[in-house]
């Protein structure tokens, strides 16, 4: 796909895509998320995202939730564990109304004492949600057995004992440390002229302060295997088994997320959802996921059942790995997956926010951005050894972390 990139003299990008359409998509991303945060602070990234639509130097909460909804458009927002997003859909003629946007509650939010207390109060209850939810709680858990000791594995909500204590000097601190000019992309997809864009562009952000202060990160050390096991007053159990594997400059990251595919990712015929839900019945939700990360990655695989088949469950996952480790896909078996795959991925450039934010991500992570084409080829050079080791090493489950959720009688 078509792209143009502009630098700004503070770092910032300015991403364009052309699409012919009365309807446009932006996104701010910002290289910090929930990995940054110090200890005591966890969920300060979150709150901080929640807290930019409260109040800037200019307006209050109500304008700016109606300064693009006036218009019929969308704003939302969200955080991960590396990144900050603020995303708009919007028709074609409010380009110049959603960047100022974007520029004042990005750079310009004031962060008042009496919003952050009511926003607190909101977290908690967002945190009380999810732990209501075991097939999320069980995610965070999983991740924080995995990550033991590091702050990948920490909550990105964080926890009502830390949400509790986080400050204005927090925020401020957070933001002046990690919102650096030369990580943070602004794109747009829409039927623009890249020079307007640029003069828009240029308008709404060429005067913030250039920070380009050096990354903090730690990578996460491999920790040995662990395996728990949770009482939990809920109706069924909940499973999650996997370990940290290849980041997103590995060169058999391609590979890894056509093995996930093929063996527990999106559609009805993959290998897990066959075995246990098709085949036997046990599972109605059977999924694998493959996260790569900047300098790790994470390969899980997650299913609820009736306590009484749990077990099953797991021999047949595991039954599942062994056979692909005895019996290595065959030429004709790697060419379904990949076209498989392909066809997905094609499908996927229909949703044109997720696409700009998946380009914005890949200017961030590898200063370039891939063609669908490129893409393609990528996945179609994945040999059968190549997937053979990938097994190998993935599928190796001496390495594996599990824990489970069991229901109280």
């Keep these: 796909m078509e792209y143009n990139v502009h630098t700004l003299k503070n770092g910032i990008r300015l991403l364009h895509v052309p699409a012919a359409s009365a309807i446009s998509h932006a996104c701010i991303l910002v290289n910090a998320g929930s990995r940054d945060e110090d200890e005591q602070q966890m969920g300060l990234a979150h709150f901080i995202e929640h807290l930019i639509f409260k109040r800037t130097e200019k307006r209050n909460t109500t304008q700016i939730l109606n300064r693009l909804e006036s218009v019929g458009a969308d704003l939302n927002a969200y955080t991960t564990k590396e990144y900050t997003c603020i995303h708009a859909s919007f028709l074609h003629p409010f380009l110049d109304r959603t960047l100022e946007l974007f520029n004042d509650i990005v750079f310009h939010s004031t962060f008042p004492e009496e919003e952050m207390e009511k926003e607190k109060g909101v977290i908690l209850d967002e945190i009380a949600s999810y732990l209501d939810q075991p097939e999320e709680a069980i995610n965070d858990d999983f991740e924080d ?218 200017l961030l992570d590898y200063q370039h951005i891939d063609s669908l084409e490129t893409v393609f080829q990528k996945i179609r050079k994945v040999t059968v050894k190549d997937m053979t080791e990938i097994v190998n090493e993935v599928f190796d489950q001496r390495q594996w972390t599990s824990l489970v959720f069991n229901p109280t009688e």
């Design 145 to 362: 057995l995995l990550f033991k000791g590091h702050q990948l594995g920490k909550n990105i909500l964080g926890t009502p004992e830390t949400v509790e204590k986080l400050s204005k000097k927090d925020i401020q601190a957070f933001v002046k440390n990690h919102y650096r000019t030369d990580q943070i992309v602004v794109a747009v997809l829409g039927n623009y002229n890249f020079n307007k864009l640029v003069k828009i562009g240029e308008k709404y952000f060429a005067e913030i302060e250039e920070n380009t202060a050096a990354s903090q990160r730690v990578a996460p050390s491999g920790n040995p295997a662990l395996h728990q096991m949770v009482d939990k007053q809920i109706a069924q159990s909940h499973c999650m088994m996997g370990m940290q594997t290849y980041s997103l400059h590995h060169p058999y990251k391609t590979g890894l997320l056509l093995l996930n595919n093929l063996f527990g990712g999106t559609g009805m015929s993959s290998i897990l959802n066959l075995q246990l839900r098709e085949k036997y019945g046990i599972a109605y939700t059977i999924e694998s996921a493959y996260s790569p990360l900047s300098d790790t990655g994470i390969f899980a695989i997650y299913f609820g059942t009736d306590v009484e088949k749990a077990e099953k469950a797991m021999k047949l996952i595991r039954k599942e790995m062994d056979k692909l480790k005895q019996k290595p896909l065959t030429e004709i078996q790697l060419h379904k997956a990949q076209s498989k795959f392909i066809g997905q991925i094609a499908l996927g450039e229909e949703n044109r926010i997720g696409l700009i934010i998946a380009m914005a991500k890949s």
